[in-house]
């Protein structure tokens, strides 16, 4: 089979979308791997519509936010001429904007993408049990890619499928093009591949921790040893990510009921911004101890592919359970098993 490298033409692309709902801000756009806050370019809602006139490398994957707190929604940019349909939702008492992409025309390469996403997603409310859908989700995507292994696409679908053992994972990997080798979407691929691989080999109950350098509110140095002697309850979390803000009022009301000599809490940002992960601490009121891993040391070595992460380590320092939700770690500590 004869692969042809990929040019990188660039194309005048124009974005004329709509937003339902109550939003008149702005709506920001960043590509593949630039960082969401500095290279973020903005269109003004008005009257629910919004306008992008691009020159870029086509097809391309374009991430939308609404800002500050919003939820990042992916879509191919390939134009010449675009039409995106977006609904919003702010919910009472929350200030996150519930925000998705609901319809896409002009980029073949979405539609393709499109037609997966919700193919798994009818996948996942129909009721089989987890291997039976594995097995599906994997056949299915094995087709996706054989016919089409020159698209982006492929290598940006394989990227989701953290459910797939790396077996499989890597079998996908080996049906690439090799035009795809540098792209965005194969980078992603082989990283959720090492984070595989890592999680098998790094999270075993009875291992020791990895004793990673963070920061305190104060700028000082900490790591996970100085709790050594007592239970750690470790909240991986970020002032960007909504379900970590909307857990934090339960995990305070532990805090309050349960905080004692045997148990603590430790909330670990995976946050850039220093200012930022400070400002949403106070404004959330955030009582336990915190600190940030600017470097996603914790989350890179054991492979976490989401946050809220909850980690309990026992009193050596050393892993106790895996993805404990506050939930269950109410029930040990009411029925006193943490001795």
């Not at 000599?261 to 940002?269: A, F």
């Not at 200012?275 to 101890?289: A, E, G």
């Not at 809220?308 to 050393?318: A, F, M, Q, T």
Request: aromatic fraction near 12%; charged fraction near 25%.
């Amino acid at each position: 089979m004869l692969f042809f490298k990929l040019q990188a033409q660039h194309h005048s692309i124009e974005i004329s979308g709509t937003i339902s709902g109550s939003y008149n801000s702005k709506i920001y756009i960043f590509f593949e791997d630039e960082y969401k806050r500095k290279d973020s370019i903005s269109s003004p809602v008005t009257d629910g519509r919004f306008y992008f006139k691009l020159n870029r490398q086509a097809p391309v994957l374009g991430r939308l936010f609404l800002g500050r707190f919003s939820p990042i929604a992916d879509v191919y940019l390939e134009g010449p001429k675009m039409e995106i349909t977006c609904t919003n939702e702010i919910r009472n008492n929350d200030s996150f904007n519930i925000f998705q992409i609901t319809q896409v025309k002009g980029s073949r390469t979405e539609e393709l993408k499109r037609n997966f996403e919700s193919w798994l997603d009818k996948l996942s409310k129909s009721g089989l049990d987890e291997k039976a859908v594995n097995e599906q989700y994997y056949q299915q995507l094995m087709t996706v890619v054989q016919n089409n292994p020159g698209s982006k696409v492929s290598p940006y679908l394989i990227s989701k499928a953290y459910s797939l053992p790396v077996e499989k994972l890597e079998t996908l990997y080996k049906l690439l093009a090799p035009a795809l080798a540098n792209s965005y979407e194969t980078a992603q691929t082989e990283k959720l591949i090492a984070r595989h691989k890592n999680y098998q080999e790094h999270i075993v109950i009875g291992n020791a921790f990895k004793n990673v350098a963070l920061i305190d509110r104060d700028s000082n140095t900490v790591n996970t040893d100085r709790y050594k002697g007592k239970y750690l309850y470790i909240v991986l979390w970020g002032s960007h990510c909504a379900p970590c803000i909307r857990e934090q009022p339960d995990i305070k009301a532990f805090y309050t009921k349960y905080g004692n000599n045997n148990l603590e809490i430790l909330g670990i940002s995976t946050d850039r911004d220093f200012s930022k992960w400070i400002n949403t601490m106070s404004n959330k009121d955030l009582p336990w101890p915190q600190a940030l891993d600017k470097k996603d040391a914790i989350i890179s070595y054991y492979g976490i592919e989401a946050i809220p992460c909850h980690i309990l380590l026992d009193r050596e320092g050393k892993i106790f359970k895996w993805d404990l939700k506050l939930a269950e770690l109410e029930e040990l500590v009411a029925g006193n098993h943490l001795k």
